[in-house]
């Protein structure tokens, strides 16, 4: 490895570099290192390097692999500058590797407050680190951004960033790299946050802007900017200010070097119905939008909003892709982007103009997008739900979601995993009062493989409401569609599919300029695939889900290909059978591989299911209204991590042992757990409330224990299909 020396010299040059606006385009893709976790200034997710190829790709293996310590959800994508391979992991840890030998040079673990884990939606998941000026920056779940010595990993500062602690923001995305500024986002729609994004300086972690997605109460006094005094008439003046709107910009912030620009894409409102959160109606800017930022002051120069009005948590967070096109007859430099709403969009980035917009997956909620205004053409009779229960396509879990798509400039293709699929969506009457540090989203969702069979269970006219639109013939037809699909940006076209093993299993993407296609799935398998066509040329098994996006990069002429493994994410108590997690631990790996490559070691096999154990009897005090209500509670509290699956990575509590049950007051009320993520909640529950939860649980360990029983004497499986019911993802 080079020396330390030499090592900050080649950090201080790639700051450099990304300081200066390009006198002229970049070129796409990385070369030999690969400098954030989109690879280039353009996040193409594409690289330069062709030693591997289809004509060896067959030989490919593991060069070096490292455990993380963790058994949670893998996100990042590697970055690799000068020989050392750093990357972040589960609540925001951060790693340096050699890249070659893979030897551990340090690792590096947060002081995180895990109370945090009461508003954290989609598991603990970080999305990666960047690297300039000698230091690593990683934001830690709990929102603290962290500056390390990239050398040693020792803390040179560390900044508090979130605006307001009383509330439910937390941090699971990567910083970006601007100048002489860090910035970041940060996440909590679903709870009671207004979205914002912050810059720090660089070298001493100050404080330099913050912009925020969506106005606040105007009786607060004048909005903090001029373009939230615009946002404000897009709003009720009467909206659920208490709730904070929503907007949070928890992934996809990027540098735009041609421009000079940051390009944010933020989040969906809160509460999800437009109804509940702006009575009047409205655009609600700056949800669901791209929004134009001058990193040295903060403020607008143009927003784009995808899908005015957010109605069904159709977030603009999902990564973006910036290149050059020849457009109308004119060479632009343009943003690709393809967020939750189904459409892919060409942005011109100089202004926000809308170039073209064509959907990818089935669209319900609008006709499509009128080309002239940009806006959609919106069909309230199809997705509309305030005036009862609505299947819209797509689901919640977005036509694209968090997983990097890549764009190969040799062939013009965006390739992505890309989910075809809809969501029943249903909400109560009237409005909900406020719930702190709560979810406030107001929302329920049954995807729609699940609908028929879910519907038996609703009383006759909401389920009758149901099956008499034309959304739902259409989720008979088709449920769901999980694929990487190559697409033509220009036409929303898709040149090739390659079907994934089910919704559930979708992943990031790299290509090479050697014509491959490299991405995992959850089922714990990498492929190798022809750009051009799609053809399967590799496959390896490794044990482990992946959903993280691979890299490459080139250390002493030897090309290497890194990919982050662990499932977790978006809806992760509900394991997928298919997935490796189902089967075997869940370890958490970095996997290296290269030409000539050695096999992957498999992860131990999860023990065979047991019969639930027996739970203890009753208090005497318990009645039928009692555990109804401990199941509403439940339901209303714990079930978005307690999913009570057989396999899942959060504990099933109906199989608690007896000392569980006996300290299960201390755990719920006075954080006895709360290091290990389990967080109390004596601030919202009262111990009425936790003695129902407790009753409730120990019916349902007595059903499931005699369910299983049954299934046991009959030789049937203890683990039967169950729903994938959630009140978000």
């Not at 030999?32 to 594409?46: A, F, I, L, N």
């Not at 008439?233 to 421009?259: L, Q």
């Not at 000392?659 to 009262?686: A, C, Q, S, Y």
């Amino acid at each position: 490895m080079r020396s330390a020396k030499k090592a900050v010299l080649g950090l201080g040059a790639l700051a450099l570099a990304a300081c200066a606006i390009a006198a002229s385009p970049p070129q796409v893709g990385a070369g030999s290192e690969w400098t954030s976790p989109g690879g280039d200034m353009g996040k193409t997710h594409h690289s330069r390097l062709t030693a591997i190829n289809a004509e060896n790709v067959s030989q490919l293996g593991l060069a070096w692999e490292a455990e993380l310590g963790t058994l949670r959800g893998q996100e990042a994508t590697p970055v690799v500058v000068d020989g050392v391979l750093y990357t972040s992991g589960t609540t925001g840890r951060a790693y340096a590797f050699d890249a070659a030998t893979g030897k551990e040079l340090w690792r590096f673990e947060p002081e995180v407050d895990m109370q945090v884990n009461r508003t954290v939606c989609c598991d603990m998941v970080n999305r990666g680190l960047a690297v300039a000026r000698g230091k690593v920056f990683v934001a830690a779940l709990d929102g603290w951004m962290y500056a390390l010595d990239a050398r040693t990993g020792a803390v040179v500062w560390k900044t508090d960033f979130i605006e307001d602690r009383k509330r439910g923001d937390n941090s699971t995305g990567a910083p970006e790299i601007a100048g002489d500024v860090v910035v970041v986002g940060m996440s909590g729609a679903e709870y009671d946050v207004r979205g914002y994004v912050t810059a720090l300086d660089l070298e001493t972690g100050k404080l330099r802007w913050r912009w925020h997605v969506v106005p606040h109460d105007p009786k607060l006094g004048p909005q903090e900017t001029p373009e939230l005094e615009v946002a404000l008439k897009t709003w009720d003046p009467n909206s659920r200010w208490d709730i904070g709107g929503g907007g949070s910009p928890w992934d996809a912030i990027a540098f735009d070097p041609e421009t000079g620009l940051v390009i944010v894409g933020t989040g969906n409102g809160g509460p999800y119905a437009t109804s509940k959160r702006s009575p009047a109606g409205g655009d609600n800017l700056y949800l669901a939008s791209l929004v134009a930022l001058d990193p040295k002051t903060g403020r607008m120069k143009w927003h784009y909003q995808e899908t005015p009005g957010d109605n069904w948590d159709f977030t603009a967070t999902q990564p973006m892709i910036f290149t050059r096109m020849k457009l109308d007859g004119e060479d632009r430099p343009v943003v690709l982007h393809a967020p939750k709403n189904g459409f892919l969009y060409i942005l011109d980035r100089r202004d926000g103009k809308l170039l073209r917009a064509n959907p990818i997956v089935r669209t319900n909620w609008t006709k499509g997008i009128d080309p002239k205004t940009g806006r959609p053409i919106l069909d309230p009779e199809a997705a509309d739900y305030t005036t009862g229960p609505k299947i819209v396509f797509p689901a919640t879990t977005g036509a694209r979601n968090w997983h990097p798509a890549s764009y190969d400039p040799a062939t013009g293709l965006y390739i992505g995993a890309v989910l075809d699929m809809g969501n029943m969506i249903f909400m109560t009457e009237g409005q909900k009062p406020y719930k702190a540090r709560g979810l406030n989203n107001d929302a329920a969702l049954i995807f729609t493989p699940d609908v028929k069979e879910a519907l038996a269970g609703f009383p006759p006219a909401f389920g009758d409401a149901v099956r008499k639109t034309p959304a739902y013939a259409e989720a008979l037809k088709n449920p769901a569609s999980a694929q990487i699909r190559a697409i033509d940006p220009l036409t929303g076209k898709t040149v090739w599919a390659a079907d994934t093993a089910g919704w559930q299993d979708r992943g990031g993407v790299l290509t090479t300029a050697s014509g491959l296609t490299i991405h995992g799935g959850v089922t714990g398998k990498l492929f190798v695939r022809e750009t051009k066509t799609g053809k399967l040329l590799k496959e390896i098994d490794t044990g482990t889900a992946i959903m993280a996006a691979p890299m490459t990069y080139e250390v002493g002429g030897v090309q290497y290909i890194a990919v982050m493994a662990g499932w977790g994410g978006g809806g992760y108590p509900f394991v997928p059978r298919y997935s490796a997690a189902y089967n075997r631990t869940n370890t958490n790996r970095l996997l290296v591989f290269k030409i000539g490559g050695g096999k992957v070691p498999m992860p131990d096999l999860r023990p065979a299911l047991e019969v639930a154990p027996a739970p203890p009897a009753q208090a005497t005090s318990v009645t039928a209204a009692t555990i109804a209500r401990g199941q509403g509670l439940f339901f209303g509290n714990c079930a978005i991590c307690h999913a009570n699956q057989p396999r899942s990575i959060t504990p099933d509590l109906r199989r608690m042992q007896p000392g569980t049950h006996e300290v299960f007051r201390e755990i719920v009320m006075e954080g006895l757990l709360v290091p290990n993520g389990m967080p109390r909640w004596n601030d919202i529950l009262k111990p009425e409330d936790t003695e129902a939860i407790h009753a409730y649980l120990i019916d349902l360990q007595g059903q499931t224990r005699k369910d299983e029983l049954e299934k046991q004497k009959a030789g049937k499986p203890l683990d039967g299909p169950s729903l994938t019911i959630l009140s978000n993802y």
